[in-house]
């Protein structure tokens, strides 16, 4: 069950697009479409911005989307904003039944 | 619009037991798969245990496994986690989760200090 990898930290100027990476295995992301992402402002509950891979849950901002290639899946946020300011988490279902998540990726707003 | 409430978290001695509960509401239908997961303090996410949606399945996390069980009542409108053979690096913040699949509604979680 080894996590998943993403960057540690992420930056960009208000404005911008910005890409975070997450990266599996066959086993995990690669066999799967079912790939989550969550924001997690401090001291809050992480809140799900995309699942399965590309879906935005309703009330999330069309600024947040997502895509896989191979066993690598990306979170994208276009024209980011201060409130953007957070971390950043993927999952994904494995072949075990389990879930496994990214280490996470502070995003900061310049 | 559903929500999900987290209780049992307490300071205690290592190699102690716990039972956190979670209690779901406000949804509606209870056929989720519903998660553990676990944040310590300035840490990342940790996915801890799942319970399947029909109950047939429960699974668990290597560090957690033989030590934590997970379990739901007939309505599976509540969520428990026994959690026995407690480690100081156990020392968390923990919360429930349901989905179809993945974690989609997040409770607001309950502290185990292990000291």
């Known amino acids: 069950q080894s996590a998943l990898t993403q960057p540690a930290s992420v930056s960009g100027s208000p404005g911008q697009s910005i890409t975070i990476s997450c990266s599996g295995t066959?086993?995990?992301?690669?066999?799967?479409?079912?790939v989550s992402w969550y924001q997690q402002h401090p001291g809050k509950a992480p809140k799900v911005i995309i699942y399965?891979?590309?879906n935005r849950p309703s009330g999330v901002s069309y600024r947040f989307s997502g895509s896989k290639s191979g066993s690598t899946a990306f979170l994208i946020i276009s024209g980011l904003r201060a409130e953007d300011e957070a971390d950043y988490y993927c999952?994904?279902?494995?072949?075990?039944?389990?879930?496994?998540f990214g280490a996470g990726t502070k995003v900061t707003v310049l | 619009e559903g929500q999900l409430v987290e209780s049992g978290g307490v300071v205690v001695q290592p190699g102690g037991s716990l039972r956190l509960s979670c209690a779901a509401s406000?949804?509606?239908?209870?056929?989720?798969?519903m998660h553990w997961i676990r944040q310590a303090p300035g840490k990342g996410l940790e996915w801890v245990s799942l319970?399947?949606?029909?109950?047939?399945?429960?699974y668990y996390a290597d560090s957690v496994k033989g030590r934590f069980t997970i379990s739901r009542d007939t309505s599976k409108s509540s969520l428990y986690l026994q959690m026995n053979s407690l480690r100081t690096e156990d020392t968390a913040l923990y919360y429930c989760?349901?989905?179809?699949?993945?974690?989609?509604?997040w409770g607001q979680g309950t502290t185990v200090t292990v000291s």
């Open positions: 989760a349901l989905g179809v699949v993945g974690m989609d509604v």
């Open positions: 406000g949804f509606t239908h209870y056929d989720y798969t």
């Open positions: 319970i399947t949606w029909d109950d047939r399945g429960t």
């Open positions: 066959s086993s995990d992301i690669g066999g799967f479409n079912y």
């Open positions: 399965e891979v590309s």
């Open positions: 999952s994904s279902y494995t072949t075990t039944n389990t879930q496994v």
